[in-house]
T-cell receptor, first 110, second 114 residues
Framework: GQQVMQIPQYQHVQEGEDFTTYCNSS?????IQWYKQRPGGHPVFLIQ?????EVKKQKRLTFQFGEAKKNSSLHITATQTTDVGTYFC??????????FGTGTRLQVFP | DTGVSQDPRHKITKRGQNVTFRCDPI?????LYWYRQTLGQGPEFLTYFQNEAQLEKSRLLSDRFSAERPKGSFSTLEIQRTEQGDSAMYLC????????????FGPGTRLTVT
């Protein structure tokens, strides 16, 4: 079945450093979504990308969808302690349900 | 609307007992999803409904698991004869429609089987 992998699994950064997580799908995706889950919380939708090569920004967060629509990335500039959490990408499979990635857990040290 | 709600938030049960969880989605959402999440993992798909119709159930799900959404509103997830391996966070999510739409997650029910 379809698989969605993310790297790295964990990332520890000093506050102010940048952070990037990469998402790779085994199949071409019609769209990709990103979610953030704070420690002890539930996943919260961040953004959706639809077009090949699309780039979207939300303040310090930059999301990119690959040209082949099989990979995506999330880049955070100048991390803050409020960025702590696990970031998941998710894409639909051929039965129209979302398959979530393995996640990247971000820890930010002040 | 205050979002997706789940009840109970925590459940401790002994192995072999049956448990039932409830999910109340956002009222106008016709899609409802159940996921299971263990520590350090992403949400694992269990099943989903379009209104009252159960459209898909994970092949990894044993026959001990059953879900219903009788009137296309709230949903229940029942686990019969619980096993220690069932211990996990059970998440419910709803969306306005197809996978193109964002999903809104509830706070989850944490199940501990002793």
């Amino acid at each position: 079945g379809q698989q969605v992998m993310q790297i790295p699994q964990y990332q520890h950064v000093q506050e102010g450093e940048d952070f990037t997580t990469y998402c790779n799908s085994s199949t071409t995706l019609s769209n990709i979504q990103w979610y953030k889950q704070r420690p002890g919380g539930h996943p919260v939708f961040l953004i959706q990308l639809v077009k090949s090569g699309e780039v979207k920004k939300q303040k310090r967060l930059t999301f990119q969808f690959g040209e082949a629509k099989k990979n995506s990335s999330l880049h955070i500039t100048a991390t803050q302690t409020t960025d702590v959490g696990t970031y998941f990408c998710a894409g639909p499979d051929n039965t129209d349900k979302l398959i979530f990635g393995t996640g990247t857990r971000l820890q930010v040290f002040p | 609307d205050t979002g997706v709600s789940q009840d109970p938030r925590h459940k401790i049960t002994k192995r072999g007992q049956n448990v039932t969880f409830r999910c109340d989605p956002i009222s106008e959402h016709n899609r409802l999803y159940w996921y299971r999440q263990t520590l350090g993992q992403g949400p694992e798909f269990l099943t989903y409904f379009q209104n009252e119709a159960q459209l898909e159930k994970s092949r990894l799900l044993s026959d001990r698991f059953s879900a219903e959404r009788p009137k296309g509103s709230f949903s229940t997830l029942e686990i019969q004869r619980t096993e220690q391996g069932d211990s996990a966070m059970y998440l419910c999510a709803s969306s306005p429609g197809q996978s193109f739409y964002e999903q809104y997650f509830g706070p989850g029910t944490r199940l501990t089987v002793t």
